[in-house]
């Protein structure tokens, strides 16, 4: 499952079509993307992060995710499959 970081300069919406593409290999234009779930993350006391979620990332059919998934993308991932708005909170 894609995910990423932003580069320094880079805006968001280029960012995950340059992720997209580095770790899919499908090539989208950023003004195409939808987003469709935010995802803030509390790694640990020192480490929090802010995910965002693709439409072209995320497949409405997929019900099993894999083991080796990252915890804060599966739970976007989930959100967005279990319609719980635009936010999840995660690890707080």
């Known amino acids: ?3 990423g970081k932003v580069d320094q300069g880079e805006t968001l919406s280029r960012g995950a079509a340059r992720e997209l593409f580095e770790e899919t290999g499908a090539e989208v234009e950023p003004g195409h993307l939808r987003l469709v779930q935010v995802v803030h993350h509390k790694q640990s006391e020192s480490v929090e992060r802010i995910g965002f979620r693709e439409p072209e990332k995320c497949a409405r059919e997929v019900r099993e995710l894999p083991d080796d998934v990252i915890e804060y993308p599966r739970e976007g991932l989930l959100g967005y499959l ?4 635009g936010l999840v909170e995660h690890g707080w």
Do not use: K, L, V
């Not at 279990?82 to 708005?85: L, M, N």
């Open 1 to 3: 499952m894609p995910s």
């Open 82 to 85: 279990e319609g719980s708005g």
